[in-house]
Nanobody
Framework: QVQLVESGGGLVQAGGSLRLSCAAS????????MGWYRQAPGKQRELVAT???????NYADSVKGRFPISRDNAKNTVYLQMNSLKPEDTGVYYC?????????????WGQGTQVTVSS
């Protein structure tokens, strides 16, 4: 099992910044993909950004250039630096980790952290 604990959410004005952190513990492999998803009220959960153990990144078009993702493999921690925040970035942000046991894919999720951007 893998446990993910997020921190760093909060209330911020439009144009401001927040930094989210997610620490993984338990049976975490050195080879995995970690990332962030978000869910706004009344909407489906959507990808924000992901990063592999090797540092390859993937971003939603809506956050490219604003939300760089990074990780510290030694600490099993992934970060999301959120800059130039907009009201439409409001939602619950979930940390995600994906790793494989042989051919079997396992998805792990954190509890989520609320991000609210006021206009």
């Amino acid at each position: 099992q893998v446990q993910l604990v997020e921190s760093g959410g909060g209330l911020v004005q439009a144009g401001g910044s927040l930094r989210l952190s997610c620490a993984a513990s338990g049976s975490i492999f050195s080879d995995n993909t970690m990332g962030w998803y978000r869910q706004a009220p009344g909407k489906q959960r959507e990808l924000v950004a992901t990063i592999t153990s090797g540092g390859s990144t993937n971003y939603a078009d809506s956050v490219k250039g604003r939300f760089p993702i990074s990780r510290d493999n030694a600490k099993n921690t992934v970060y999301l630096q959120m800059n130039s925040l907009k009201p439409e970035d409001t939602g619950v942000y979930y940390c995600n980790a994906v790793q494989y046991y042989g051919n079997i894919k396992y998805d792990y999720w954190g509890q989520g952290t609320q991000v609210t951007v006021s206009s």
